[in-house]
């Protein structure tokens, strides 16, 4: 099968914007696409049909170190991968872990061999290693795969940010030297993504942009972004990344963010983005609009039988009114949260779908500044 | 609008079994059937899109109680009723609060007026009589409307159960008197349904469907079963009373049961039947299935990847495989509580539904004979 290529199709005439598709063996996405997080082969509260029906995703992740703990990579083996385990045919992106094992494992240690730390469930002890970190999402499966870096925590000192980057450049040449190695583990292509990091200091970030591109991979990331600096600096970072990696293929920003980071990237040449706002705020009473934030559990909504949100496409939205949904949440009702969560990720998605629109019809920029104070309206 | 109908389409030859169908301004309904209840306006973890095209529900439940204390009357007034507030467009059935004011509320006193309680989410106090459950249920919205009763425990002595039914009938005429002088709230038709109740004692059941009977309601429900007795002891009063109630109405036996109570009943006579089971054992990792009964936390299912259930017409019962299902339970995921819950729901439909064709085609008898030992089986 073949690996991931990806197709530029438009660029904004007033900003760095672009809409493009890729096409892998599971299907093809259009971007600039969000792609909902499934973290334990389930994107939490939704079902795999309204994934498809109601949000319309064209992507989504699994989160190898949660996915590595529970099933385990014996069951996911044994179901021909998580494509088949979670009955997603549909494309599959997974982290490599390392995010995670250091916001989340008990101990952990960094050595150059990989990370050893302790599972947040019972205890037990792992190595994940650029090797590792390869063979396991061979087995997930995944149709891209990302390398395993570390992620530098904010604020780090620049000696720091310095010898972790070192460390995530040899690391890089250590997956792509495994993922040559050993082939693709269910007859379709496995992607490498290699992650830029270096901090918040722009030279590092230049030079493991020019490193990261000297891999020549079918696209590449930003990480350590959104990781508790100020919005600006994000922005600056993720523009001189965008600057500074190949033009003709996909660049994903991990991690990030609210609607408007998600515009503001997307003006700075972003074509992928992955976060748990929408699920995580969503089953705790945030919601997202096409006219605005809304905190659902806020009495002002316990009369107001209008739509959720009909100025999107997705049938949740336009079903279920704001009061019917304040209900639920406050009767801590299980289809409270899933309505919250299909709704905020469906919006994320027709956010990302009407950007690309725009891009196409060369007004992005325009559109972009006169949305961003309305999706950020607290209602 | 036009009072609830009956039309009865046949009967079993080698039981009482009956098939029919019911018209109330919400649609029509096919008997014998089973209500999803949808305790607190939704039936939990449960989408109304999901009722109706997973499940294939007809009618489903709303509790009178619940709904009284949250969202409250006044928002489901200024809904429009229960049907507008959640979206549910097909008929609706509401109990009448008595059974969940005795089982659920903090302190509560019985008093010939009715029954004083405390709420059991903020311990305000409220009184339901028979007036105000009326006014209630108008309120709510429901197409069938049930009578407040006391429902007496299991078990309850001779003079106990005697007194309590006395109650009970005085309290019913109550009910019809405060029907009658108040208009349908909505436009539509709620049809009240009394309620047999004698506790474990036949003659009290033959005098009580007598004084139901003599009401000449639409539909006639059998109360105070399934509350602890033993199965056969059950079996035999639900027969009796099936005996002594009108034959052209529809009979519901409240609260019952197992797949297996409801092919036992159904061959009695009874034509409908809610239960909160499907749901709560779904929710506890219990599935019922057209082979029998999965304890799906079970390690021998990790890696059976065959379809949960592929016996019964839910799409979600053929699409997630009962490893991935076992997977979500044990990672605790809300799909996990969704999938597990459709498919009860799911397959109590399809048993009802398989039970009317056979009681169409004259063979029910000996096909729930062969049935019972399949679906009771521990798989």
């Known amino acids: 099968m073949a690996a991931l290529s990806f197709t530029l199709s438009a660029q904004d005439p007033n900003s760095k914007a672009r809409a493009g598709e890729f096409v892998t063996d599971h299907g093809t996405v ?64 997974t982290d490599s872990g390392g995010y995670q094992v250091f916001s989340l494992a008990g101990n952990r240690k960094l050595t150059e061999d990989g990370a050893l730390f302790q599972s947040h469930i019972d205890g037990s002890k792992h190595l994940f290693s650029p090797e590792s970190v390869m063979d396991i999402q061979r087995i ?3 149709d891209i795969i990302m390398a395993f870096d570390e992620c530098p925590p904010y604020p780090s000192d620049y000696a720091y940010a310095r010898k972790s980057l070192d460390l995530t450049h040899r690391w890089l040449d250590r997956c792509f030297k495994r993922l040559d190695e050993t082939p693709d583990k269910y007859g379709y292509s496995q ?59 996909p660049r994903y920003l991990m991690g990030v963010g609210t609607p408007w980071n998600i515009l503001e990237n997307i003006s700075l040449g972003v074509d992928m983005f992955d976060c ?96 961003i104070p309305i999706i950020k309206t607290r209602l």
Request: with cysteine; hydrophobic share 40%; aromatic share 10%.
């Open 276 to 371: 748990v706002m929408p699920t995580r705020n969503g089953r705790n009473a945030m919601l997202f609009t096409s006219r605005g934030v809304i905190n659902i559990d806020n009495k002002k909504w316990e009369k107001d039988f209008s739509p959720i949100d009909d100025g999107i496409d997705c049938t949740f939205s336009h079903y279920y009114s704001k009061a019917y949904l304040r209900h639920l949440v406050k009767a801590k009702e299980i289809l409270g949260l899933t309505i919250a969560s299909v709704h905020n990720l469906a919006f994320y998605l027709w956010l990302v779908k009407e950007a690309r629109k725009h891009i196409l019809a060369g007004d992005f920029n325009s559109w972009k500044n006169e949305m």
């Open 191 to 249: 992607n490498l993504f290699p992650i830029v990091q270096g901090s918040t200091f722009g030279d590092l970030r230049k030079e493991s942009c020019a490193y990261i591109s000297s891999k020549n991979a079918v696209g590449n990331a930003i990480g350590g972004l959104s990781v508790g600096e100020p919005e600006e600096m994000m922005y600056e970072l993720a523009g001189l990344c965008c600057e500074n990696l190949p033009e003709n293929k």
């Open 140 to 142: 997930i499966g995944g």
């Open 30 to 93: 259009q971007t600039p696409i969000f792609m909902p997080v499934g973290t334990v082969g389930s994107v939490k509260a939704v079902s795999q049909q309204q994934l498809k029906e109601e949000v319309k995703a064209e992507i989504i992740l699994g989160n190898t170190y949660h996915l590595y703990l529970r099933p385990g990579l014996e069951v996911l083996e044994a179901a021909g991968g998580l494509h088949k385990f979670n009955g997603w045919d549909g494309p599959i992106l």
